[in-house]
T-cell receptor, first 110, second 115 residues
Framework: SQQGEEDPQALSIQEGENATMNCSYKTSINNLQWYRQNSGRGLVHLILIRSNEREKHSGRLRVTLDTSKKSSSLLITASRAADTASYFCATEAGGFKTIFGAGTRLFVKA | ETGVTQTPRHLVMGMTNKKSLKCEQHLGHNAMYWYKQSAKKPLELMFVYNFKEQTENNSVPSRFSPECPNSSHLFLHLHTLQPEDSALYLC??????????????FGPGTRLTVT
């Protein structure tokens, strides 16, 4: 079955540093999304990249997509303590079914 | 606030109890979702409703019974649950079509503990 898998599972950095998270998936997709989840709360949509796009920016976020390698990366620049959260990639391949990965837990130390 | 509310936020129930989770969205969306999030496991899609019709049932046990009376409300009826059903239950909604295709808006979740 199709599933996004994030790497690393956990990441700890200092405030001001950049954080990079990777996601791999198994089957063809129409788009890929990144979400953030603060501890014990709901997920918040960050960015959506379509299969015909290679890079997308939103504020301090930069997402890349390589469909030949079935992978995506999320870069958070100049990280802040408030960026501490879990980050999930999600893939959609038709219909209303969205598959989420297990997530990367990011810790940003002040 | 995402425009999706869930009640209750916390629920403790015995294995023989019957309870219901409620989700309401104020975004004018037509699709609503139930997810289960257990510790150290990926988010699991349970059910999807589009225009009040169920479009996905991801092999969920019958002790979970969804209900969608209209596009703004979604319920999850629970009965004779097992301890392994303890988890965070998340509701989401989306508006198909356009650039926000399948972008989902999540509620804060209901933390369920089955004793």
């Amino acid at each position: 079955s199709q599933q996004g898998e994030e790497d690393p599972q956990a990441l700890s950095i200092q405030e001001g540093e950049n954080a990079t998270m990777n996601c791999s998936y198994k089957t063809s997709i129409n788009n890929l999304q990144w979400y953030r989840q603060n501890s014990g709360r709901g997920l918040v949509h960050l960015i959506l990249i379509r299969s015909n796009e290679r890079e997308k920016h939103s504020g301090r976020l930069r997402v890349t997509l390589d469909t030949s390698k079935k992978s995506s990366s999320l870069l958070i620049t100049a990280s802040r303590a408030a960026d501490t959260a879990s980050y999930f990639c999600a893939t959609e391949a038709g219909g209303f079914k969205t598959i989420f990965g297990a997530g990367t837990r990011l810790f940003v130390k002040a | 606030e995402t425009g999706v509310t869930q009640t209750p936020r916390h629920l403790v129930m015995g294995m023989t109890n019957k309870k219901s989770l409620k989700c309401e969205q104020h975004l004018g969306h037509n699709a609503m979702y139930w997810y289960k999030q257990s510790a150290k496991k990926p988010l699991e899609l349970m059910f999807v409703y589009n225009f009040k019709e169920q479009t996905e049932n991801n092999s969920v046990p019958s002790r979970f019974s969804p209900e969608c009376p209209n596009s703004s409300h979604l319920f999850l009826h629970l009965h004779t649950l097992q301890p392994e059903d303890s988890a965070l239950y998340l509701c989401a909604s989306s508006q198909p079509g356009g650039t926000a295709l399948y972008e989902q808006y999540f509620g804060p979740g209901t933390r369920l503990t089955v004793t």
